[in-house]
């Protein structure tokens, strides 16, 4: 609030005797609103959780200065898609999303979430953490709640029914919308009208359907058409989460893809896209089973498929093995050279051993370099594309640490796919209005002071595959609701993150 002069016969009267609260105003910044519009010489003052005013003014005696020296302050960077959330409870300080800029983290991807978010949103007010947590429901943890270990095949009406109940519920609790994971367990046995329906019910919430949809390589082609139709039969926006064409024959086809995704919208399908800045995907090694026909590690045409049509041995990296441990960090072309035998063999051998060892409470890892880096370039510039991690605080893929840096610094800065207001605009602005969060990812009076000072010259991740888990340079202040949570090199200790509800009057 700033004071209020009133003319009072001849003379102004300063009036409100109360004190003006205690500030903080960052000073000497180059502000990049996440409008998308240029950057402006402006100072920005924070009182509380809130930004007061943004401009050119004097900061009050009793205000804490901050010198941003000419660097960039941008909005807090919205992670569309993480799995931050997997031991936060237990570091609460999240450096690996805090120390890359990253102010609020949206959970509940590839169709799993904490259940019952409203418990979820509970314990982490009554713990809090260093970032904001959004959520989507998953469809796959709806699935499991109804069908249990029975899931092997499409749910009856009445299961259907029970889903919708509890997606009611989580909607009401105040997710964003509802998450699917196609390609995993048990989401790849949902017929396409199961989604359709329980889309419908988180329509009716204003919700969102987001979605690993069901294959990113052999049927991708069908797998988005699946993503327009649910958009369309449900009416309700639709996003193709970590969008890529992650088979080499699919190379290069990035004009067929945007060409399908902008006739949907022309069609009126709202639907838009996320990507993670890397050429690599990673999950549990055991996921190239599903591959297999009939998941038969026996069936070598499987094996012969994958490193035929979709990864050589080459791009196929282990940095967990946890049958043979002297293999981590190895690519299947040096465990077959070490094994000495042919690349389709190793596979199948390493995959029968891990199979062997399921259920043991801990997974092999995966890292598959399937992507082509222009294609991802292309997929950015897409008007609709938005980043997201997909990172974990301890995960073997160096996205966790790595991506808004890597984003700013590889493909804004030297890559220059996009402007750097642009940019800023697709982690910040735009994200918050595809996953339906309000009053954050931008910098404007009124709004929550979510807060990332950076350094656009310097900004660089420094995670590898190798070492997933260095933070990256040239982020240099990173406020949450108002509050320090990184500062240089480190967390702050501060854990001002609030949950974050749906809004009902969206
Ligand atoms: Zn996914």
């Not at 000419?70 to 960077?77: A, E, I």
């Not at 092997?152 to 009611?168: I, Y």
């Not at 988005?224 to 139709?229: A, L």
């Not at 996953?435 to 929550?448: D, E, L, T």
């Amino acid at each position: 609030m700033t004071r209020k002069w009133i003319f009072m016969g001849a003379m102004f009267v300063l009036v409100g005797c109360a004190p003006e609260p205690a500030g903080m105003v960052i000073v000497n910044a180059r502000v990049i609103d996440g409008s998308g519009g240029p950057s402006q010489s402006v100072s920005v003052r924070v009182v509380a959780d809130r930004i007061v005013d943004v401009g050119s003014f004097e900061p009050l005696a009793t205000d804490t200065l901050v010198d941003a020296r000419g660097l960039v302050l941008s909005p807090g960077f919205i992670d569309v898609h993480s799995h931050h959330d997997i031991g936060l409870l237990e570091t609460p300080g999240a450096l690996a999303a805090v120390s890359q800029g990253a102010t609020t983290i949206v959970v509940g991807a590839d169709g799993e979430h904490n259940f019952p978010l409203a418990e979820y949103f509970a314990r982490l007010e009554g713990s809090p953490v260093a970032v904001n947590v959004a959520s989507f429901a998953g469809h796959g943890t709806l699935r499991n709640q109804v069908m249990a270990a029975d899931y092997q095949r499409h749910a009856t009406d009445d299961e259907l029914a029970e889903m919708g109940g509890l997606l009611r519920t989580e909607m009401e609790a105040g997710a964003l919308g509802l998450s699917s994971g196609l390609e995993y367990d048990p989401g790849s046995f949902s017929s396409t009208d199961e989604l359709v329906e329980l889309a419908k019910e988180a329509a009716l919430h204003r919700g969102r359907y987001i979605s690993h949809i069901r294959s990113e390589d052999q049927y991708v082609w069908e797998a988005i058409d699946e993503v327009i139709h649910i958009g369309r039969e449900a009416q309700i926006p639709v996003q193709v989460t970590h969008m890529k064409l992650a088979m080499n024959r699919w190379w290069g086809q990035t004009d067929r893809l945007l060409g399908k995704l902008n006739k949907a919208r022309e069609t009126g399908v709202d639907i838009t896209a996320d990507v993670y800045p890397y050429p690599a995907w990673q999950t549990a090694f055991i996921w190239l089973r599903t591959v297999f026909p009939n998941r038969d590690l026996d069936r070598r045409d499987g094996a012969e498929y994958i490193l035929n049509d979709m990864l050589s041995p080459e791009t196929i990296l282990i940095p967990k093995y946890l049958p043979e441990p002297a293999y981590n960090g190895m690519t299947l072309a040096e465990i077959a050279s070490i094994r000495e035998t042919d690349p389709v063999t190793t596979l199948m051998d390493l995959l029968k051993a891990d199979a062997a060892m399921e259920g043991e409470g801990a997974e092999s890892s995966l890292l598959a370099f399937a992507m082509d880096e222009a294609d991802i370039e292309s997929i950015m510039t897409w008007p609709h594309t938005v980043i997201g991690s997909d990172g974990e605080l301890d995960g073997a893929h160096p996205r966790g640490f790595g991506t808004f840096a890597r984003y700013l610094g590889h493909y804004i800065r030297e890559r220059n796919v996009l402007s750097l207001e642009e940019g800023i605009r697709r982690i910040t602005t735009l994200s918050a209005e595809q996953v339906g969060i309000s009053g954050r990812g931008s910098i404007q009076v009124g709004n929550y002071a979510d807060l990332v000072l950076f350094d656009p010259d310097t900004v660089a991740a420094r995670s590898t595959p190798e070492t997933p888990h260095v933070p990256s340079v040239g982020i240099l202040m990173v406020w949450v609701n108002g509050q320090l949570v990184f500062d240089r090199d480190k967390a702050s200790g501060n854990r001002p993150g609030k949950p974050i509800r749906r809004p009902d009057d969206e």
